[in-house]
């Protein structure tokens, strides 16, 4: 038998506001804590005053290291240009 038990979330720390929609929902970084577990690196939308989310993608340490490594790569071999390779 299943247990339906609340999931709850704490932002330990804001890192950056990424986008915003017209409706007030914005794309945000930061390290979450979910169930009062240890923050992890958490990446996803947020209704107005943080009440609600949507879907979004949770990194430990090591996947958001991987992640800063690859995108640091990416972009500093565009040298500026838009778009991706």
């Known amino acids: 038998k299943l247990s339906m038990k609340e999931i709850t979330c704490n932002i330990t720390k804001p890192i950056a506001v990424l986008s915003e929609n017209d409706r007030g929902y914005t794309k945000e970084a930061n390290f979450v804590s979910w ?14 005053g943080h009440t609600r989310c949507g879907k979004g993608v949770t990194l430990t340490k090591d996947e ?22």
């Open 35 to 48: 169930n009062e577990r240890d923050a992890k690196l958490d990446i996803r939308e947020w209704h107005p």
């Open 64 to 85: 958001g290291r991987r992640l800063w490594e690859a995108l640091t790569g990416i972009y500093s071999r565009l040298g500026g240009k838009e778009g991706c390779e």
